[in-house]
């Protein structure tokens, strides 16, 4: 079933859609991929739900994102760092930075785009408030 999983990661990667209807081939991908996960039962390996979680982040549909993320079992880095740029994304800055708290307190170390977002943000809202 992994060896599936990862055919269909790959067969994904290699398509080209159309520039009119990338977006939409990418939401319907993603959400084949997330169907076919579900139902082959991987969605319980960190390395396969995070692909999920970053496919869904990718096409802007960043609440789907995040259901994965919170019904994953066991997380890594790159999940943390996906959902904390769903949030970031969507204007929840709020929320993401008390995502990268938490990822920080499960002993994660976020990356430099997820670092760079956040110094940007505490930032911005530091000048908002002076």
């Keep these: 079933m992994f060896e599936e999983a990862l055919e269909l990661f790959d067969r994904i990667l290699q398509c080209r859609v159309h520039e009119t209807e990338e977006g939409l081939g990418r939401v319907l991908l993603g959400e084949m991929v997330h169907g076919r ?3 082959n039962g991987v969605l319980a390996d960190v390395v396969v739900s995070s692909g999920v979680v970053g496919i869904y982040g990718k096409c802007g549909r960043f609440g789907d994102a995040v259901k994965v993320f ?3 079992p066991e997380r890594d880095a790159a999940c943390w760092n996906c959902v904390i740029s769903c949030y970031y994304q969507s204007g929840q800055y709020e ?3 008390g995502m990268y708290e938490e990822m920080k ?6 990356d ?3 670092k760079l ?3 940007i943000w505490r930032r911005g809202a530091y000048i908002l408030v002076m």
Excluded at 105 to 110: A, D, L
């Design 37 to 39: 996960v579900v139902r």
């Design 70 to 72: 919170d019904e994953m």
């Design 95 to 97: 929320r993401a930075l």
């Design 105 to 110: 307190r499960f002993g994660f170390e976020p």
């Design 112 to 114: 430099l785009v997820c």
């Design 117 to 119: 977002m956040i110094t």
